[in-house]
C-alpha cells in the first residue's frame, strides 16, 4: 500500500499554463508538506498544512496555491507556469508530535517546454 | 533560522569500502536531525534519526550516524559498502523553534562501483 501518492508522476507542459499535482497519504497524519527539488537535488519546503490550516508558507511566487480538502489531501495548483518552475515536486506527511519523521510521495517531475 | 551544510557533493568508493558523509548544522538550540536517502527515480526515505539520548544512532540498511553537539555536526557512516547503496544522501535538521518544519542540506551523491 502506498503510504503517500502523488499523481501525477510526470508532467510535462508548455509556459503559461495551468496545472494541478495531488497528493494524497493514507497514514492517519496530520500535517502534510510540498517540497521543491531543483535540478541540483536542493530540497526547500514550500508550504505545509496541518489539519487543512497553512501553518509554513516559505517565500513562492503567488502562481503556487495550496489547497487542502481535508487533512489526507494536499493538491499543489501553479498558474502561469514559467520554466524556472521546471523541477521535482515533493508531497511529504507526519504526525503530530515532535518526534515524529517525514514521509515522502515518490515525486512529480514537472518539465516546462 | 537554521542552515544544513554537506561538504561532501559526490563522493566515489568502491564496494567494501567504508562511508563517512560529513554534515554540519547551525543552529544553537535543541535540534532534531535526520538522514534520508534518495535512491535513482524513487522518494526519499528515512534512513535514521536523532532525537534524544545516545547520540551514536543505527539505522536501516547498516548505516549509523554519530551527533557531535560541540561541532554541530552528525556524520554518516557505513563500515562496508555495497553497489546497493549508490544513490543520493540528504541531512536534515528540525529546530525546537519549528516543530515541523524540515531544513535539508543539499545532499551527497553517493556511487559505489562493483
Known amino acids: 500500500d502506498t503510504a503517500v501518492s502523488q499523481t501525477p508522476k510526470y508532467l510535462v507542459t508548455q509556459m503559461g499554463n495551468d496545472k494541478s499535482i495531488k497528493c494524497e497519504q493514507n497514514?492517519?497524519?496530520?500535517?502534510m508538506y510540498w517540497y521543491k527539488q531543483d535540478s541540483k537535488k536542493f530540497l526547500k519546503i514550500m508550504f505545509s498544512?496541518?489539519?487543512?490550516?497553512?501553518?509554513i508558507n516559505e517565500t513562492v511566487p503567488n502562481r503556487f496555491s495550496p489547497k487542502s480538502p481535508d487533512k489526507a489531501h494536499l493538491n499543489l495548483h501553479i498558474n502561469s507556469l514559467e520554466l524556472g518552475d521546471s523541477a521535482v515536486y515533493f508531497c511529504?506527511?507526519?504526525?503530530?508530535?515532535?518526534?515524529?519523521?517525514?514521509?515522502f510521495g515518490d515525486g512529480t517531475r514537472l518539465s516546462i517546454l | 533560522a537554521q542552515s544544513v551544510s554537506q561538504h561532501n557533493h559526490h563522493v566515489i568508493l568502491s564496494e567494501a569500502a567504508s562511508l563517512e558523509l560529513g554534515c554540519n548544522y547551525s543552529?544553537?538550540?535543541?535540534?532534531?536531525l535526520f538522514w534520508y536517502v534518495q535512491y535513482p527515480g524513487q522518494h526519499l526515505q528515512l534512513l535514521l534519526k536523532?532525537?534524544?539520548?545516545?547520540?551514536l544512532v543505527k539505522g536501516i540498511k547498516g548505516f549509523e550516524a554519530e551527533f557531535i553537539k560541540s561541532k554541530f555536526s552528525f556524520n554518516l557512516r557505513k563500515p562496508s559498502v555495497q553497489w546497493s547503496d549508490t544513490a543520493e544522501y540528504f541531512c536534515?535538521?528540525?529546530?525546537?523553534?519549528?516543530?515541523?518544519?524540515?531544513?535539508f542540506g543539499s545532499g551527497t551523491q553517493l556511487t559505489v562501483l562493483p
Open positions: 511529504a506527511s507526519s504526525q503530530d508530535g515532535r518526534n515524529q519523521p517525514q514521509h
Open positions: 497514514l492517519g497524519h496530520d500535517t
Open positions: 498544512y496541518n489539519n487543512k490550516e497553512l501553518i
Open positions: 543552529y544553537g538550540g535543541t535540534v532534531n
Open positions: 536523532y532525537f534524544s539520548g545516545d547520540p
Open positions: 536534515a535538521v528540525r529546530s525546537s523553534g519549528s516543530a515541523r518544519q524540515l531544513t
